[in-house]
Each structure stands twice: as structure tokens, then as C-alpha cells.
């Protein structure tokens, strides 16, 4: 049984990354090609984020069948994160990449790099719909950033280690819808 989750698991991540790395291929010859069209860079990189929302979600799944008995089980869930806000600080050091890589982990219920204690907090908070739920990642530079929601009023905040440390996180903030990437903002 495990290993058929496994194996399934596994398959459905190795297609979602050719699906990505497409994705990725189309987003380049689209700006190669024709690197005025605003339009059409638009759309490619829409699907380009697209495909990286799916990869992401299914390594997650991957993550859940092997952490399955695991400390910290990953919850295979939906989490509402509502509209979010990204901090200036967290601007200068993220990409919109690792933000929507971050932010898909996070509504499925991988928590990143948390203690497990921490981790089971989030489990429950998530699983109640009450309270904070936390979660840690680390960008390509080594730097920590973090992503907190509020379950009751679905809100989400993301910001640097150093800020959530000082006590700084509403430094700024922009705030846009989570489930579409247009450009609107409001501050």
C-alpha cells in the first residue's frame, strides 16, 4: 500500500517537473522571440508559475508519504492562506519564485524547516481552523524567511528571520490576492 502511494507519488512529481521545466523552456523562447510582447511574456509566465504551483505541491505529496509515521506528518490539506502581504525586507531577498514556491508548500501543510513541537502546533492550529499557523524556508542564498497565517481571518504575512525576531513585521506591506498574480495592489 505504501509503496504504491510512494511509487504513484513519485510519478506524479517527475511529470509535474517535465510539465515545469516546459514551462520554463516556453517562458524562454517567448522573451527570445518576442521580448516587447507584454502580453505574451504575461501568459507565459503565468503558466510558467502555473507549473511550478503543481511541482510543488507534488513534492509535497511526495514528502507526506515518506514522513507518513513520521515526527512532523505532513497533513495533505488546502490551508485558506487569504490575501497576503510581503515585507520590504522580504522584497529585497525573495523572488516571486520562491515566494509562490513558499507559499504552495505552505497551503498544503509542509512547514519547512520548524522543530517537530512547532510543527505539531501547526498541524493542529491547521487542522482546527484556529490560530497562527508557522512555516520556515530558506532561499537559494541560505537566508531564512517566514510565513505566518492567521486562520480566523485568513491573512498571511511573509517576512525575513530577522524581522519576525525583531518584532518588525509590518514594515510596508503590499497586499494582493493569493490565488490570482496579476498586478493588481493595493497598500
Not at 168 to 184: I, L, P, W
Amino acid at each position: 500500500m505504501i509503496f504504491h502511494k510512494l511509487f504513484t507519488a513519485k510519478l506524479k512529481l517527475f511529470f509535474r517537473s517535465l510539465a515545469a521545466k516546459r514551462a520554463k523552456y516556453r517562458l524562454f523562447k517567448e522573451f527570445r522571440k518576442t521580448p516587447q510582447s507584454v502580453k505574451a511574456l504575461s501568459r507565459a509566465y503565468e503558466r510558467f508559475l502555473s507549473a511550478i504551483k503543481k511541482e510543488q505541491r507534488a513534492v509535497v505529496a511526495l514528502k507526506a508519504v515518506r514522513r507518513q509515521f513520521s515526527r512532523r506528518p505532513i497533513l495533505e490539506l488546502k490551508l485558506n492562506t487569504g490575501d497576503y502581504s510581503v515585507s520590504r525586507k522580504a522584497k529585497e531577498i525573495l523572488s516571486e519564485t520562491d515566494i509562490v514556491c513558499a507559499l504552495e508548500r505552505h497551503k498544503s501543510g509542509d512547514w519547512g524547516e520548524i522543530s517537530a513541537d512547532d510543527w505539531a502546533k501547526c498541524n493542529v492550529s491547521a487542522k482546527m481552523k484556529y490560530g497562527y499557523i508557522y512555516s520556515r524556508y530558506k532561499t537559494a542564498s541560505g537566508r531564512y524567511f517566514c510565513i505566518l497565517t492567521d486562520c480566523l481571518a485568513p491573512r498571511t504575512k511573509i517576512v525575513t528571520e530577522e524581522e519576525l525576531n525583531e518584532g518588525r513585521n509590518n514594515t510596508g506591506a503590499v497586499y494582493e490576492k493569493s490565488e490570482s498574480r496579476s498586478a493588481q495592489k493595493a497598500g
